[in-house]
């Protein structure tokens, strides 16, 4: 995925940011992805510019995301299983992800972030699982 893709993925997810008189703005994706939007948008988040880092002030909404590989879906994490360890492992990630979130991840509706990720391969592990969790796609996306 290109940094084009990304703007325009994080455009369409994202409080974007419009002043131009800030001094981070040509490294921060707010302010880039407002070039990206697509036509059609009727309705935009944006966040105020009195918030965003006035008077020479850091701005807490800075957003300089990094590109990384992420999983998505894990419809076949348990094939090399006995079918005994499957339940037990499925109830804690159901628990620990919510049970309507562990559905849509498993089924591969958005990418996995970095938590959710590491709360699967904690809890196979713990389990006894040889080896990482198989994840049915990577596609690079930003954090």
Not at 34 to 57: E, F, N, Q
Not at 111 to 139: F, N, V
Request: a positive charge; aromatic letters at 8%; glycine letters at 6%.
């Amino acid at each position: 995925m290109k940094d084009k893709d990304l703007l325009r993925e994080f455009a369409k997810k994202e409080p974007l940011c419009t002043n131009s008189a800030c001094r981070m703005k040509k490294k921060c994706f707010r302010h880039m992805a407002w070039d990206y939007l697509s036509p059609d948008r009727r309705y935009v988040t944006t966040i105020s510019p009195s918030l965003t880092g006035a008077g020479g002030k850091a701005c807490p909404h800075l957003a300089m995301p990094t590109a990384r590989l992420q999983p998505r879906g894990f419809t076949h994490i348990y094939d090399n299983m006995p079918h005994a360890a499957v339940a037990p492992i499925a109830r804690k990630l159901q628990k620990a992800l919510g049970r309507t979130n562990y559905f849509s991840l498993k089924r591969g509706d958005r990418p996995l972030t970095a938590d959710e990720r590491t709360t699967i391969e904690s809890a196979c592990k713990k389990s006894g699982m040889a080896g990482k969790p198989q994840y049915d796609a990577w596609e690079e996306g930003y954090e």
